[in-house]
């Protein structure tokens, strides 16, 4: 993966996505979300921005809380593209772009930090027009790795 490649992330990446997801784990109590995602690319690095928060959509006394929230780069470092996430509790990724195919983006987990439960953890992006499909993958000690969130999002901003 490259600068080419990043360029072509900024172009399909950039905006502000929204819609809803659904979040399931055997560890967790499965629920609805809406979801607010955006990504402001650098114009001057090679860099991209991103915010992403999630609140509760269900009829629990939660529904409209935050969920989620998550924010942090994808940057070319070494002729590597890698994501780099901070989250509200505290925990802290870094991935690598292992694979980028017709409007697809995978990425695996490098590191976790502050989350000694987590083993594994995968991102994909996939980028039409003007819809997004968002899912996270991950292994716990207690479960193996399998899909947690799954968000369907269109573009809330015409390029």
Same mark, same amino acid.
Do not use: C
């Given at each position: 993966?490259?600068?080419?490649?990043?360029l072509?992330?900024?172009?399909?990446f950039?905006?502000?996505?929204t819609?809803?997801?659904?979040?399931?784990?055997?560890?967790?109590?499965?629920?609805?979300?809406?979801?607010?995602?955006q990504f402001?690319p650098?114009?001057d690095?090679d860099?991209?921005?991103f915010?992403?928060?999630?609140w509760?959509?269900n009829?629990?006394a939660?529904? &409209?809380?935050t969920?989620f929230?998550?924010?942090?780069? @994808?940057?070319?470092?070494?002729?590597?593209?890698? !994501?780099?996430? +901070?989250?509200?509790?505290g925990?802290?990724?870094?991935?690598e772009?292992?694979?980028?195919?017709?409007?697809?983006?995978?990425f695996?987990?490098?590191?976790?930090?502050n989350?000694? &439960?987590?083993?594994?953890?995968?991102?994909?992006?996939? @980028?039409?027009?003007?819809?997004?499909?968002y899912? !996270?993958?991950m +292994?716990t000690?207690?479960?193996?790795f399998?899909?947690?969130?799954?968000a369907?999002?269109?573009?809330?901003d015409?390029?």
């Open positions: 993966m490259n600068k080419e490649t990043l072509k992330m900024k172009d399909l950039a905006g502000k996505w819609g809803e997801g659904f979040a399931k784990f055997p560890t967790i109590s499965s629920t609805a979300y809406t979801e607010q995602l402001i650098d114009t690095k860099a991209i921005f915010q992403q928060k999630a509760y959509k009829d629990s939660r529904n &409209g809380h969920v929230w998550d924010t942090g780069f @994808i940057v070319l470092k070494e002729d590597r593209i890698m !994501l780099f996430s +901070a989250q509200v509790g925990r802290l990724e870094t991935y772009l292992v694979e980028a195919v017709n409007g697809s983006f995978t695996n987990s490098i590191y976790i930090l989350d000694p &439960g987590t083993i594994r953890s995968q991102r994909v992006f996939t @980028i039409g027009n003007d819809d997004l499909h899912e !996270l993958n +292994a000690h207690a479960a193996g399998q899909n947690h969130l799954n369907y999002l269109t573009r809330a015409l390029k």
